[in-house]
Nanobody
Framework: QVQLVESGGGLVQSGGSLRLSCAASGSIFRFLDLGWERQAPGKQRELVAIITSGGSTNYADSVKGRFTISRDNAKKTVYLQMNSLKPEDTAVYYC?????????WGQGTQVTVSS
């Protein structure tokens, strides 16, 4: 079982930055593929960024060049550095973890970008 707890959301002006953190429990963190999803009001949840257990990353086209996902296996934490934020980035951001057929999600953290 893996528990995920996000932090770092908040209100920021357009063009600003935020860093989200997601701390995981358990002893299998280094084997997890990790990622961030987001869901804006009235929209479907979408994948934002992923980082595999081997460190490979991938991003949604809408955030490429602005967001960076990283992981610290020693701290059992995955991060999402978000720069040049836009109002359309406003959403609840969810951390997720995947190992084998098992998927886990955090409770979400709100990010609001004002224009």
């Amino acid at each position: 079982q893996v528990q995920l707890v996000e932090s770092g959301g908040g209100l920021v002006q357009s063009g600003g930055s935020l860093r989200l953190s997601c701390a995981a429990s358990g002893s299998i963190f280094r084997f997890l593929d990790l990622g961030w999803e987001r869901q804006a009001p009235g929209k479907q949840r979408e994948l934002v960024a992923i980082i595999t257990s081997g460190g490979s990353t991938n991003y949604a086209d809408s955030v490429k060049g602005r967001f960076t996902i990283s992981r610290d296996n020693a701290k059992k934490t995955v991060y999402l550095q978000m720069n040049s934020l836009k109002p359309e980035d406003t959403a609840v951001y969810y951390c997720y973890a995947k190992v084998g057929a098992a998927n886990y999600w955090g409770q979400g953290t709100q990010v609001t970008v004002s224009s």
